[in-house]
């Protein structure tokens, strides 16, 4: 009989997490449509209800595909709600890319030059750094990692407070230098996970909890296939 009970109020529970969930979506695609989400004044001066219907001006060497700027409005409606998100297009879609807009746009139309964090595989470092190289080079993105040694020279100079802009580090070094990371006021976090990442949330594993950070936005390519895209 208790066990029954349990039950019905755990059905109940399922409900009101689904109520919840579908009251956000509604409120973002209100948003994304122009209207102002409840408790939010739209007739303020703040910048906020804007679709953005060009990409950043500092995306250089490139020109961003319809799909990826809709993405990009989608991330900008998350960041503007303080809301984690997923970004799961399939691989070859320019997830990548379409990150590194969004820290574009924040600095471009926001006055937001960071400090950011964006946590990835040990195996991607490298391209993550290339790849902002190479799409937005006005962002200051370094790489923090290596031995014990090379960890303290970045300390005092590469990943010093106002020497960049954007962290991008592994999992590994978020645990081992979270003393260093938690001394940033960090605007933003990029998590790029893999399909069997034992990362499965943005807020249930050590990494999130080693630097206190508003938001999150995961990256990663989906277990099962994405329906086909229209053109």
Same mark, same amino acid.
């Given at each position: 009989?208790?066990?029954? *009970?349990?039950?019905?109020?755990? *059905?109940?529970?399922?409900?009101?997490?689904?109520?919840?969930?579908?009251?956000? $979506?509604?409120?973002?695609?209100?948003?994304?449509?122009?209207?102002?989400?409840?408790?939010? $004044?739209?007739?303020?001066d703040q910048g906020?209800?804007?679709?953005?219907e060009v990409q950043?001006?500092?995306?250089?060497?490139?020109?961003?595909?319809?799909?990826?700027?809709?993405?990009?409005?989608?991330?900008?409606?998350?960041?503007?709600? !303080?809301?984690?998100?997923?970004?799961?297009?399939?691989? !070859?879609?320019?997830?990548?890319?379409?990150?590194?807009?969004?820290?574009?746009?924040?600095?471009?139309?926001?006055?937001?030059?960071?400090?950011?964090?964006?946590?990835? &595989?040990?195996?991607?470092?490298?391209?993550?750094?290339?790849? #902002?190289?190479?799409?937005?080079?006005?962002?200051?993105?370094? *790489? #923090?990692?290596?031995?014990?040694?090379?960890?303290?020279?970045?300390?005092? /100079?590469?990943?010093?407070?106002?020497?960049?802009?954007?962290?991008?580090?592994?999992?590994?070094?978020?645990?081992?230098?979270?003393?260093?990371? *938690?001394?940033?006021?960090?605007?933003?976090?990029?998590?790029?996970?893999?399909?069997?990442s034992p990362v499965? /949330?943005?807020?249930?594993?050590?990494?999130?909890?080693?630097?206190?950070? &508003?938001?999150?936005?995961?990256?990663? /390519? &989906?277990?099962?296939?994405? &329906?086909?895209?229209?053109?």
């Open positions: 009989m208790g066990g029954a *009970k349990k039950k019905k109020g755990g *059905k109940r529970g399922a409900h009101r997490a689904e109520h919840a969930e579908a009251d956000e $979506d509604a409120e973002l695609l209100a948003d994304e449509d122009g209207a102002a989400p409840r408790g939010v $004044d739209a007739s303020a906020v209800h804007h679709r953005l950043p001006s500092i995306i250089a060497h490139g020109k961003m595909r319809p799909y990826q700027l809709a993405a990009l409005n989608w991330m900008i409606h998350l960041y503007d709600n !303080g809301v984690n998100g997923i970004l799961a297009d399939e691989m !070859g879609l320019g997830k990548t890319l379409q990150t590194i807009s969004l820290l574009a746009y924040l600095r471009e139309f926001r006055g937001i030059r960071g400090p950011h964090l964006v946590i990835v &595989p040990k195996s991607t470092l490298g391209n993550w750094c290339n790849e #902002f190289a190479r799409w937005c080079p006005s962002i200051r993105a370094v *790489k #923090f990692h290596g031995t014990a040694e090379e960890r303290a020279e970045q300390r005092a /100079t590469s990943v010093a407070p106002g020497a960049f802009d954007v962290c991008v580090t592994s999992y590994e070094m978020v645990i081992r230098e979270k003393s260093h990371l *938690k001394r940033f006021h960090w605007r933003g976090r990029g998590l790029n996970t893999r399909r069997a499965a /949330t943005c807020d249930a594993t050590p990494v999130p909890r080693a630097c206190d950070v &508003p938001r999150c936005l995961r990256s990663r /390519t &989906p277990s099962l296939p994405a &329906p086909p895209m229209a053109e």
